[in-house]
């Protein structure tokens, strides 16, 4: 995708086949339905959802660690639990 003056303009369009069980897809046929769009834009729409979900927080991790210094990460490691007795819930599970 490229930039233009009015926001995302896609460059290309590309085909993708795939399979998905027969419910599924009337599932989605019905939401596309009640939605006012075509099964094809709503299955893009619920994708490009997906993908942006997915790619956010990985984005937001790499911005965090570009602005951070290993040291400061460390002072705060070193600091953690520190007189604080563990709590319910801090043990870890028996072996099995």
């Known amino acids: 995708m490229i930039i233009g003056n009015r926001g ?7 085909s993708v086949a795939f399979r998905i069980p027969d419910e599924r897809e009337a599932a989605a046929a019905d939401q596309a339905e009640r939605a ?3 099964l ?9 959802g997906r993908v942006a979900a997915q790619a956010q927080p990985e984005m937001l991790f790499r911005l965090k660690a ?3 210094a290993k040291e400061d ?15 319910a819930g801090d ?3 028996p072996k099995a």
Do not use: C, D
């Open 73 to 87: 990460f460390l002072t705060v490691l070193n600091k953690a639990g520190r007189n604080q007795p563990p709590v």
């Open 8 to 14: 995302w303009i896609p460059k290309r369009y590309g």
């Open 40 to 48: 094809n834009a709503y299955i893009t729409a619920a994708l490009a």
């Open 91 to 93: 043990e870890l599970p």
């Open 36 to 38: 006012g769009v075509g």
């Open 66 to 68: 570009a602005g951070s």
